[in-house]
């Protein structure tokens, strides 16, 4: 990235492709509808790192990050942006447009685990919700679902295997 | 010594968590002694701190936990000159051979006997004493049927609508509901073909097809004279997998009638056993308000506060009391439901990866302080969700005069929860009380499976503001790097907290 390059405006790319944009310098209000509410970041010994945003607070964390992808923790919800300058906005969108729309998804394990068994087969299609694998972890059985529509492509996961967290077990071709 | 003559002194509690700090609240009101076990999975548990006596078994470090080790709870209780011994839920409460086993050692099991424990633990003696006593049962064949004859008449005596079922199947497959015999004749050749296609068998049976049955149950008391009351129902439809994940007091489903029927079916199975102590019985409710006997759970349930704030009766002290040989003081004219009460059981687990565990270090927690809201836990700050237990955090129960007024002040409670560290079904209950169907009582036990498209809420602005942080980091990060060019009026530069993140990474 060109070190000399302004920068008057960055978005958030949401892993369902919703888009927020932010003027840089970054402020700390946002406007909404006609007026602008100030959002902070705060952090106190009673309830640790917070947003306080129309005089209510949100739980917060960064769950990782890593080059411009960030896994954060609002509200008990979590949620992944790439971040994205209008410069890689616009490369994202040439690159997308020449391999077409689809975009690959791993599913990772949530925790370690045993696999009882593996429901999904390289090449069949599978519904947002659609359960993958049973991993079982703190002696519950708990089906790992596909968090996308799409075709897998390639199924890691074998039945009566020890998974460590974050082992991907199944990759998908979004739709 | 005679644990019926005389009063229990000292109670071993043979549990952990928030049903240990419950039973050793209202001993000490009672003021009997109580003893926990500190283990080697959770040393500083907040637990011990409620009880008189710590008995340290953080030596121990076999395999079974010592919540489910026999030999080893008889002699602590035993060490420890326990008289009595509550085990709470789970673990060992609903295992006849060990209830047997503390009497044998004149230890005053806080609990049924043994001979109910056992009846009502085995399915098939269960099901017959339902059926000697004229309880509702979801009838079925008692084996396989060979043809449509048999399937006629067998549905003829069940009562429709039935439910073919293959004797090998699973999950669905094989799986067909009739609504009358012309569309038995039809079906029963196809779901035996389809079982034989898909299972290699082609034997099939009929059980009574239960449609969008409700989880009705209700709450016994039983003493050792053979006085058996109920405390009247509890809701528990809302459930995954079959985990409740909330329930109320009473029922939008039963109006003083049908409670009055289904409570004296309960009573009746009660006596039966000669059920003494506190124990549910549960029954599936369906659309025309039939009700089927399901079974008998012989212990204190995870939920049985919503039936204290309702009856204000305590069920602890009631076992407590039962076991040591005091009359019922309640007959079942005495038991009145005031009010409302709604229990969600907040847990450890990721509602965005199919309520997966997700255990931790609970880093910060608070509950919201209000004379209606009451929370039973066995957590606080610095407590660490661990893998060798179950996943809940704390029960969060509200109470109001109605139903109304307690599904509003539970909206409210949900948002001033405060637990950091791991990911709770919070979100879950957020998105339950503000869905129409849930608000109007119109649920069944496939509620979420069936009516809820996504299991989450967040609101408006929430997703918008998790992405003016992701982009706030990503410019103060990048500003140590130099990478781009930004101008930081508003910076401070990179914050303590996410340093601490940083550093904790590598």
């Known amino acids: 990235m060109n070190n000399k390059l302004h920068i008057n405006k960055l978005f958030a790319l949401s892993s369902e492709k919703r888009k927020f944009s932010f003027t840089i310098p970054l402020k700390n209000k946002i406007r909404i509808g006609k007026r602008d509410y100030t959002v902070q970041l705060r952090s106190d010994d009673k309830f640790g790192t917070y947003i306080l945003w129309k005089n209510r607070k949100y739980p917060v964390e960064v769950v990782r990050s890593r080059q411009n992808k960030y896994e954060i923790l609002f509200n008990d919800i979590s949620y992944t942006f790439t971040i994205e300058t209008p410069f890689s906005l616009q490369r994202m969108k040439v690159l997308d447009s020449v391999r077409g729309k689809s975009v690959s998804e791993s599913v990772k394990a949530p925790m370690p685990g045993k696999l009882l068994d593996v429901l999904v087969r390289e090449g069949s299609t599978i519904l947002r919700g659609e359960p993958l694998v049973i991993l079982e972890a703190m002696k519950m059985q708990n089906e790992i679902q596909s968090p996308v529509n799409g075709t897998i492509v390639k199924v890691h996961a074998k039945p009566n295997t020890n998974v460590m967290k974050d082992d991907v077990l199944v990759e998908i071709k979004t739709e | ?506």
């Open chain 2, 1 to 506: 010594m005679n644990a019926e003559k005389e009063k229990m002194k000292k109670i071993l509690i043979a549990n952990r968590g928030e049903i240990a700090i419950r039973i050793m609240k209202t001993a000490r009101k009672m003021k009997i002694l109580t003893v926990a076990i500190r283990t080697a999975a959770e040393p500083d548990a907040m637990y011990l701190s409620f009880a008189d006596e710590v008995f340290d078994n953080t030596e121990d470090l076999s395999e079974i936990p010592v919540f489910l080790d026999i030999e080893k709870l008889i002699s602590i209780a035993l060490a420890t000159g326990s008289d009595a011994l509550h085990p709470g839920y789970g673990f060992l409460a609903e295992n006849a051979y060990f209830a047997q086993k503390c009497l044998d050692n004149n230890l005053n099991f806080i609990g049924p006997t043994p001979d109910a424990i056992y009846k009502m633990g085995n399915k098939t003696i269960a099901r017959r004493l339902a059926m000697q006593n004229g309880i509702p049962l979801a009838m079925g064949s008692d084996g396989n049927i060979s043809d449509e004859e048999e399937a006629v008449a067998m549905a003829e005596k069940i009562g429709y609508p039935v439910i073919i079922k293959a004797a090998s199947g699973g999950g669905g497959r094989g799986m067909r509901i009739v609504r009358d015999e012309v569309e038995m004749v039809k079906m029963f050749s196809v779901a035996s073909r389809e079982a034989e296609k898909a299972f290699k068998d082609p034997s099939v049976f009929i059980e009574k097809y239960i449609e969008n049955p409700k989880h009705i149950e209700f709450q016994i008391l039983g003493d050792k004279k053979g006085n058996i009351i109920h405390l009247g129902e509890r809701e528990c439809s809302i459930q995954r997998k079959h985990q409740k994940l909330l329930e109320e007091a009473p029922s939008v489903a039963l109006d003083p009638s049908l409670r009055k029927k289904m409570g004296s079916m309960a009573v009746r199975i009660a006596k039966a056993v000669k059920y003494l102590s506190a124990g549910t019985v549960e029954f599936l409710l369906d659309s025309e308000k039939n009700f089927y006997f399901m079974e008998m759970n012989t212990r204190i349930q995870v939920e049985h506060p919503v039936t204290e704030i309702v009856t204000g009766i305590d069920l602890i002290e009631q076992q407590i009391r039962i076991a040591n040989g005091e009359e019922l003081k309640y007959r079942q004219s005495d038991i009145k439901i005031n009010g409302w009460a709604i229990e969600c059981r907040i847990n450890a687990e990721d509602v965005q990866s199919g309520f997966a565990p997700d255990p931790g270090r609970i880093e910060k927690l608070s509950m919201p302080d209000y004379p209606y809201i009451r929370v039973d836990t066995g957590i606080r700050e610095g407590s660490a969700i661990v893998a060798s237990y179950d996943s809940m955090i704390a029960k969060l129960i509200i109470s109001g005069k109605d139903r109304r007024e307690a599904i509003t002040r539970c909206k409210m409670a949900l948002d001033k929860v405060w637990i950091k560290g791991v990911k709770t079904t919070l979100p879950f209950f957020r998105l339950l009380v503000r869905n129409q169907n849930f608000q109007d009582g119109n649920f069944t036990t496939a509620f979420i499976e069936k009516d809820l498209e996504k299991y989450y809420y967040n609101s408006e602005y929430e997703e918008m503001l998790a992405a003016w942080l992701a982009t706030k980091l990503f410019v103060e990060e990048n500003l140590q790097s130099d990478s781009i060019n930004v101008d930081f009026r508003d910076g401070k530069g990179m914050s303590p907290w996410l340093l601490n993140k940083r550093i904790n990474q590598f």
